[in-house]
């Protein structure tokens, strides 16, 4: 391509001057506006409308169609046909939390797609390792970390005998020093009622 606007010899002495268009340069400034007007666009969607999607676990309608939508998109690939979806299987993955998200979610089915031997989505249940919470473990009410921090100063405090300095007091254990750990203590309040 000619890179400026020199002529080039044309047929029989010739001398052609480029037009505009076939020169190279008219194509590079159509993508150069283009990829301008498309990062301009794209910044303003993102800015003026943000995508907020809510994770997985907050949206357990959508659980179901998603199910099929990865299923008939993975069975397809595959050249497989699978149309039935047990209850119990569409009942745990709507009741499983999905700490990995959409993508999770998609990989099991992936999963079960290739080995589920007939037209039924076979997913082994042992894969979703549902996590055990126990009644004891969760709080009445929220704690601040001011307040398991108290907690824990004062824990040591007692296990110490209220010895604060010395190689076997609570500073140490808290791998502080003696006057970072009365600041502490001043910070949380913390005094010895005798």
């Known amino acids: 391509m000619n890179g400026g606007a020199a002529p080039w010899p044309g047929k029989r002495g ?4 480029p037009q505009p ?6 194509a590079e400034i159509r993508i150069h506006r283009r990829a301008c007007v498309e990062r ?3 910044k303003l969607l993102l800015k003026v409308f943000p995508l907020v999607l809510p994770p997985l676990r907050e949206r357990r309608a959508d659980i179901p169609q998603l199910v099929r939508h990865f299923t008939n998109r993975f069975a397809r690939r595959m050249g497989r046909r699978i149309d039935v979806f047990p209850a119990e299987v569409m009942d745990a ?9 959409i993508r999770e979610l998609e990989n099991l089915i992936e999963r079960a797609v290739i080995l589920s031997p ?44 209220w010895v ?22 001043k910070k949380l309040s913390i005094s010895r009622i005798a």
């Open 14 to 17: 010739e001398t052609r001057w």
């Open 21 to 26: 268009g076939r020169d190279g340069k008219g």
């Open 40 to 42: 301009f666009l794209r």
């Open 93 to 101: 993955l709507v009741h499983y939390p999905w700490p990995g998200n």
């Open 118 to 161: 007939g037209p039924t989505l076979q997913i082994s249940l042992g894969e979703l390792k549902l996590p055990a919470v126990s009644a004891e473990a969760l709080p009445d009410d929220p704690v601040t970390l001011a307040e398991v921090e108290r907690e824990h100063v004062l824990s040591v405090l007692r296990s110490t005998n």
């Open 164 to 185: 604060v300095g010395g190689p076997n007091g609570a500073a140490v254990r808290l791998g502080l020093t003696r006057s970072t750990f009365y600041r502490m203590m």
